[in-house]
């Protein structure tokens, strides 16, 4: 299944979408953080149900906290369910992380220490979501800064044992690689490489901000030209899945959006 070319559903393009026919929106789909939905109706969800009726929709979220220590929330999981019963969205998916420990929430991303135990733990927790919500989930590879000594895999295995486990797909996201590669000192070809490609359901594009010692995944900037040879290798390697392109901070103008969306659809169709 590819979904096309799609972007982040973002509250500063809401006036946007609803004032535009959908022929004139120029994507294919779009990705919601699914944190934002929960409980949610009112405008947003408004505007949410409308898009929906027009294009696929992508439940992206960022809590789930599947390599956490912590039981899984039952009452986030509950909510889970229920706005993917709404939408019936086409995927599902999350990050490789865990986001705090003893209820106590960070709002970051965290790495795991790519170890056996760690693989059987969240392998583990994976069955759990995804026999909860009947259907499969997809995890995503983080941006990271810290690498834990006890590592004993790349990151890169890790996520393709991972699925060969539990069957969960792999949401390859290009510019994560391209910064944990560059904080770390790794090959992002190898680790591109090492993703086995047919679990890849889709890829993420996005521009990070440069801080000299290290990369930051801030969202807020247009695709760098490092990571565009990255992008070309996943889409031909996969043999082609859907993008999306995520643009969090200092957010453009929807038209603006889109073009910086169409260079990764010519690059696919050239």
């Not at 590819?2 to 972007?7: S, Y």
């Not at 994507?27 to 699914?34: A, L, P, Y």
Request: glycine share 8%.
């Amino acid at each position: 299944m590819n979904l096309g070319f799609g972007v982040g559903l973002r509250d500063v393009h809401f006036s946007y979408l609803l004032e535009q026919p959908p022929a004139a929106w120029g994507v294919d789909w779009f990705e919601i953080v699914s944190e934002n939905f929960f409980d949610d109706d009112g405008f947003a969800g408004h505007v949410l149900d409308r898009v929906r009726e027009e294009r696929a929709v992508v439940m992206h979220g960022v809590a789930l906290s599947i390599g956490g220590t912590d039981p899984l929330d039952c009452d986030y999981l509950n909510k889970l369910k229920v706005l993917a019963e709404r939408l019936d969205p086409a995927l599902i998916s999350d990050h490789l992380c865990w986001t705090g420990v003893d209820g106590r929430t960070t709002h970051d991303l965290l790495p795991l220490p790519l170890t056996e135990e760690c693989l059987d733990h969240v392998a583990a927790r994976v069955h759990t979501v995804q026999d909860f919500l009947g259907r499969q989930i997809v995890l995503e590879n983080p941006s990271t800064y810290v690498e834990f000594e006890v590592s004993a895999m790349p990151e890169w295995e890790f996520l393709g044992r991972l699925a060969e486990t539990t069957d969960c797909a792999l949401l390859l996201d290009v510019n994560n690689v391209y910064v944990s590669a560059y904080n770390h000192g790794l090959d992002p070809v190898a680790y591109i490489e090492g993703i086995p490609p047919e679990r890849v359901a889709y890829v993420h594009l996005a521009g990070p901000s440069d801080h000299g010692t290290f990369l930051l995944d801030s969202h807020d900037h247009p695709v760098v030209d490092d990571v565009w040879p990255l992008y070309d290798l996943a889409q031909e390697r996969t043999g082609g899945v859907a993008t999306l392109l995520e643009w969090d901070a200092d957010i453009p103008a929807f038209p603006d959006l889109v073009s910086e969306l169409d260079r990764a659809r010519v690059r696919c169709l050239s």
